[in-house]
């Protein structure tokens, strides 16, 4: 089982990226003392809040909680597009034109 640590993952963004909660709430519309709470590490009642935080924050809703990175959503080129990375290696030339 994982440890809620989302205090400590907000605080480090926090600092990193030089923002304060109240500037986070407005631009998420999630209230501040709800971030406030979550600062102090308590467990998110309304996950969807979570996640709206998470995507403001470019990090996955995991990341968020436990401080890790989800490494299920991690996925290998060759996962996504079925092709070895070495497929992709040098230079191509994309055109795009209308069929119909």
């Known amino acids: 089982m994982y440890e809620i640590k989302i205090g400590q993952v907000l605080k480090r963004i926090l600092k990193e990226q030089r923002r304060t909660l109240k500037e986070i709430s407005k631009d998420t519309g999630i209230p501040y003392s709800t971030l406030h709470t979550w600062q102090e590490n308590r ?58």
């Open 43 to 100: 467990q998110p009642k309304d996950i969807l809040k979570a996640q709206r935080l998470a995507i403001h924050l470019g990090i996955s809703l995991h990341e968020l909680l436990f401080d890790q990175p989800d490494l299920k959503a991690q996925k290998t080129t060759e996962q996504i597009f079925g092709v070895k990375d070495e497929f992709f290696k040098g230079t191509f030339e994309i055109v795009v034109r209308r069929v119909e």
